[in-house]
Each structure stands twice: as C-alpha cells, then as structure tokens.
C-alpha cells in the first residue's frame, strides 16, 4: 500500500560516509513514522534509527548512535540515513519502513511495521 525505495547504497572504505533515500509514494505518508532496519550476513535484522513525520521525535540504535543522523523531507516524502565513520560491522542490506501507530517504545520490534522497501546494500570495507 505504500511503496518504499531505498537509494544511495554502495561500497565505501572504513571511517568514510553514506547517505541512504527513501522515498514514499502509494499514499499520503506525512502522518507516517519511518526508519531503517538493516541486516548484516548471517544475522537477524536490526533497528537503527526512526523518526516521526509529524514530529521533531528521532531514535538511534545504540551501536550508531552519534555517528548515523536520521532526517526527512515532508514535502518530498523522503527519509534520509546520513552514515558517518562507516565501520566495517555496518555492512548489511538496509531497509526503510513506515508505520502509522508504532509507539516509540517499540519502534524497534521489526514485526511491528508494515510496510517495507526492497533493500539497498552497503558494504564497508577495512
């Protein structure tokens, strides 16, 4: 029902940056909280970051915490991923979602959000 397309992936070395898209289309989104999820080879998929449409509201996963900087465009239906001082362990598949109801608190149970977008790949290497 909503579509989501990630953008921006790629290969870069370690300490070096990244900025993921995400554009929303299918439906009016401005109400929607989105995020990033990512999932590295051979391991569960993980919350990194999300935040609130109609809010100032942002949330970190603990291990991007001060290097990662989420933000979005209401006017274009965008969500950004700002990665800075790419590790190595950060290489993974990351996914944007959207949800309209997830409170904060669990904003990073994966089951909980809806709508998923097919996945950009980034790949850091030492």
């Known amino acids: 029902q909503v579509q989501l397309v990630e953008s921006g992936g790629g290969l870069v070395q370690a300490g070096g940056s990244l900025r993921l898209s995400c554009a929303a289309s299918?439906?009016?989104?401005?109400?929607?909280?989105m995020g990033w999820f990512r999932q590295a080879p051979g391991k569960e998929r993980e919350f990194v970051a999300a935040i609130n449409w109609n809010g100032d509201n942002t949330y970190y996963a603990d291990s991007v915490k001060g290097r990662f900087t989420i933000s979005r465009d209401n006017a274009k239906n965008t969500v950004y991923l700002q990665m800075n001082s790419l590790k190595p362990e950060d290489t993974a598949v990351y996914y944007c979602?959207?949800?309209?109801?997830?409170?904060?608190?669990?904003?990073?149970?994966?089951?909980?959000?809806?709508?998923w977008g097919q996945g950009t790949q980034v790949t850091v290497s030492s």
């Open positions: 979602v959207a949800d309209a109801n997830i409170p904060p608190r669990l904003i990073t149970r994966t089951s909980l959000w809806d709508n």
């Open positions: 299918g439906r009016t989104v401005s109400s929607y909280g």
